[in-house]
């Protein structure tokens, strides 16, 4: 029999839309649950989740049958004030995300999904983290995590993400570039894609036009590209950044490894964010944030804790189901790995 996946849930900020769209994905997920295929661990504010459940009408239960298993990580002393950063909110988040990684060194849950935080609320309450990605990295004692942004098959990974642009140049080194072009590769067979290809886009514009525009493409992150490719992995590049992500687009590549936050970031959420021509408002986001190369799995929705329509009940639980399936999507196929390695090792004996 398959044991099924265990997910725990962090809430993000309570004071934004992270209970309304947990409070939606699980139970759009609910099948999953019943079926015996997963099991959902919700860790964050118990209040501020079941008032959102009150404030939109969903029943405690299918039928006498839980959504999820939900765990108050508190108490936190300071108010906590829906759509307002705070203090409070910060120490909300931190602490899911915290008891979160507890779980999974504990072999009591197989990935993290993890609801939008506020950086300033985060900073606020003492805890002097960029965000998720850094805040795992110093949980889990591993510095060189890296972040892949997924949008449906689009997959995309970055060199640096917060940091100074004036600062990127000289972090992008032969051991960073190894470091995530091997996780990349190896997510993307989690991902079921046996030869996965993999395009590097370069630094400067045009690739530094030979040397004219900068040295680093030429100098730094092609020589690590070949290195790859006498490997026989389909490694390429470098490739100008303005091409790159079309060629993307077009299923050329099934990935592409941006050298900073932006070059990865813009295109995927330009695609990611569906929106209303007669309003100018967004209507729905999907999109996911997966975090690689730490001894832990964590998928995260691809948007922020959008303050301003925290408590009405509209907001959209596309992107939270997507890091779901992800998640899944990932465990399933680790668990694969795993089990040919070691029918593999029994076939040696």
């Known amino acids: 029999m398959t044991l099924p996946i265990r997910l725990a849930f962090t809430m993000g900020d309570p004071a934004g839309i992270g209970p309304e769209i ?4 699980t139970r759009q997920m609910a099948g999953l649950v019943h079926s015996g295929h997963a099991e959902f661990i919700v860790l964050g504010s118990a209040a501020a989740l079941l008032e959102a459940e009150a404030r939109m009408g969903m029943p405690a239960t299918d039928n006498g049958r839980a959504f999820y298993t939900l765990v108050d990580v508190g ?11 705070s203090a409070a909110g910060g120490e909300w988040a931190y602490q899911a995300v915290a008891q979160a990684v507890a779980l999974v060194q504990a072999g009591k849950a197989d990935a993290i999904v993890t609801g939008p ?15 998720h990605t850094e805040m795992l990295a110093h949980l889990t004692g591993q510095r060189d995590a890296v972040m892949m942004l997924a949008h449906g098959d689009m997959h995309v990974t970055h060199i640096t993400t917060h940091c100074a642009l004036a600062d990127v140049p000289g972090r992008i080194t032969p051991k960073r570039l190894r470091r995530v072009f091997d996780v990349t590769l190896a997510a993307l067979r989690a991902l079921g894609i046996e030869q996965p290809r993999v395009a590097v886009a370069g630094l400067n514009p045009h690739c530094g036009e030979g040397g004219i525009l900068g040295k680093e493409d030429e100098e730094i992150i092609a020589p690590v590209i070949r290195e ?8 390429s590049g470098p490739h100008p950044g303005d091409i790159v992500f079309i060629k993307l687009r077009a299923r050329q590549f099934d990935a592409v490894v941006a050298m900073y936050h932006d070059q ?3 295109p995927v959420k330009l695609l990611g964010f569906q929106i209303d021509p007669a309003t100018g408002t967004w209507q729905s986001v999907s999109g996911v944030n997966i975090t690689l190369g730490l001894p832990i799995l964590r998928t995260s929705v691809d948007h922020g804790t959008a303050f301003d329509i925290a408590g009405k009940g509209i ?13 899944f999507k990932l465990i399933a196929g680790q668990r694969a790995t795993a089990a040919a390695q070691l029918s593999a090792q029994k076939v040696d004996a």
């Open 315 to 327: 907001a959209n639980a596309d992107s939270m189901v997507e890091a779901a399936d992800y998640a």
């Open 117 to 131: 935080l506020c950086k300033e609320a985060l900073h606020m309450a003492g805890h002097a983290f960029e965000g």
């Open 264 to 266: 990865g970031h813009i």
């Open 75 to 85: 108490p936190v002393a300071q108010p906590l004030v829906l759509g307002q950063i």
């Open 228 to 235: 790859y490719a006498a490997q026989g992995e389909a490694v």
């Open 22 to 25: 947990i409070a939606k994905a």
